[in-house]
C-alpha cells in the first residue's frame, strides 16, 4: 500500500512505478461499493497474470473501504508541509480556455498565453497568490490536502516505510528505488534508466499533452499528438508510432506520436509539406519553453509562505493546529529525524514558538 499528502510527488512516485511494471490500483468513483467492486474484480485479475500490483490511497474517500485494507508493510511519502503549501499554491490548473486540441498554423502564443491558471480563495487567478492559504485550511482543504495522520486512523497499518520526497528527486532516485526493491520485492531499476529517474514529471504537467490537427494544411483529419518524453509509456507502443526521427527532432524532452491508424494517410498526405509541419512544430517547443519560464518566474517560494504567516496570527495558529493534530503526530512518532530534515517548517516552528508562546 502506498499513500501520503497531496504535493509530495505522488505523480512521479507513480511514473518510476510503472516504469519497473508495478500496476497502480486506487479508488477512484466515490462511491465505496463501486470501488469495492471494482478494486475486488482488479485484484483478482492481475493474480491470474502474476502482476505485482501496490494499491494507491491519494484522497481521503472512502473511508469504509480502508478500514478493510490489513497490510503489513506499506510505504508513505511525504514532505515539508511549508514546500506542501508552496505546491499547492502553484499548481498548475486548466485557465477557462483551454483546449486539448489545436489547429495547424493557429497562433501558438495566442494558444499558450492564457493556458494555465492558479487557485486563489475562491476560484481561479493568472498568477499565484498567498491568499488561497485560507482556502486550503478550510475543512476541504485539510482533508485533501494534509490527510496522513486521518489516513493512518483508516489503515490497519503494521510498519510504514517513509521516504521524503527529496529521496526520489534527481540523483537519488535511483538509490532510493533499490531500497525499495530490497524492502517490498519490487523490480530493481536498471542503471541505464537513470535518466528517466532524473525526470521531473511535473514540470509539463498541464501543459501536455497537446494534439494538433493537421486538417487546415491537408484536408484529412490527422491528428498528432505532443507530449513529455518521459510519459511514453502512457502510449502503447502497439497503437501509436514516434514521428521524433522523421521530422529529425532530437529533443530530450519532448515525444511527437502518431495513431497507427493513420500512419498510410499521414505519410502519403504529408511528404510535400514535411518542413511545414516541421517548422510550425519548432515554433510551438520553443512558444511553449518561453511562456512555460514566464509562469515559472510568477512561482512562489517558502520564504514568501513564512513571511505571510509570520503576519497573519489566525493562520499562522490554525496551520500550526492542523500540522499537530491531523498532520505529523504519526511521522513525529516513527521518524523524527525526516521532521527535523525538514528547513522551513522548523522555521515556522520557531516563528510560532517565538510569536505566540
Known amino acids: ?46 493474480k491470474k497474470i502474476n502482476g505485482k500490483i501496490y494499491f494507491q490511497i491519494r484522497e481521503y474517500f ?28 502553484n499548481l498548475n490548473r486548466r485557465n477557462i480556455n483551454f483546449i486539448d486540441e489545436l489547429e495547424f498554423d493557429f497562433n501558438v502564443n495566442v494558444f499558450l498565453k492564457n493556458r494555465i491558471a492558479y487557485v486563489d480563495e475562491i476560484g481561479k487567478t493568472e498568477k499565484p497568490t498567498l491568499n488561497a492559504i485560507n ?32 529521496e526520489i528527486l534527481y540523483d537519488k532516485t535511483y538509490q532510493t528505488l533499490c531500497r525499495l526493491n530490497t524492502i517490498f520485492n519490487i523490480k ?4 541505464k534508466d537513470s535518466k528517466f529517474y532524473k525526470h521531473n514529471f511535473g514540470e509539463y504537467n498541464t501543459w501536455l499533452p497537446i494534439k494538433i490537427n493537421l486538417f487546415n494544411l491537408i484536408r484529412k483529419k490527422i491528428i498528432i499528438i505532443i507530449d513529455d518524453k518521459y510519459k511514453a509509456l502512457d502510449y502503447k507502443e502497439s497503437n501509436y508510432i514516434k514521428l521524433n526521427k522523421f521530422f529529425n527532432f532530437k529533443s530530450d524532452k519532448f515525444i511527437i506520436l502518431l495513431d497507427k491508424s493513420d500512419q498510410n494517410l499521414f505519410f502519403e498526405h504529408t511528404k510535400p509539406f514535411k518542413d511545414r509541419i516541421k517548422k510550425y512544430l519548432n515554433n510551438f517547443f520553443y512558444s511553449l519553453e518561453k511562456q512555460k519560464n514566464i509562469e515559472k518566474n510568477k512561482k512562489l517560494i517558502e520564504e514568501d509562505i513564512l513571511l ?32 527535523a530534515s525538514w528547513k522551513y517548517y522548523q522555521e515556522f516552528e520557531k516563528m510560532c514558538e517565538e510569536l505566540d508562546s
Not at 62 to 78: A, E, G
Not at 188 to 191: E, L, V
Open 135 to 166: 482556502r486550503v485550511l478550510e475543512n476541504h482543504g485539510l482533508s485533501y490536502y494534509f490527510h496522513d495522520v486521518l489516513t493512518v486512523k483508516l489503515l490497519n497499518i503494521k510498519n510504514t516505510y517513509f521516504i521524503d520526497m527529496s
Open 308 to 339: 505571510f504567516f509570520k503576519n497573519n496570527h489566525f493562520l499562522r495558529k490554525k496551520f500550526m493546529q492542523i500540522m499537530n493534530t491531523n498532520h505529523l503526530s504519526y511521522i513525529k512518532q516513527h521518524r523524527p529525524d525526516i521532521v
Open 188 to 191: 530493481k531499476p536498471n542503471i
Open 62 to 89: 472512502n473511508q469504509k473501504n480502508y478500514y478493510l485494507i490489513d497490510v503489513k508493510n506499506n510505504l508513505c511519502l511525504v514532505r515539508d508541509p511549508i514546500s506542501i503549501l508552496k505546491a499547492f499554491l
Open 1 to 46: 500500500v502506498f499513500w501520503g499528502s497531496h504535493g509530495v510527488g505522488n505523480f512521479g512516485f507513480s511514473n518510476f512505478m510503472k516504469k519497473l511494471d508495478m500496476i497502480c490500483i486506487y479508488y477512484k468513483n466515490n462511491d465505496p461499493i463501486l470501488d469495492y467492486c471494482d478494486c475486488y474484480n482488479k485484484l483478482l485479475l492481475f
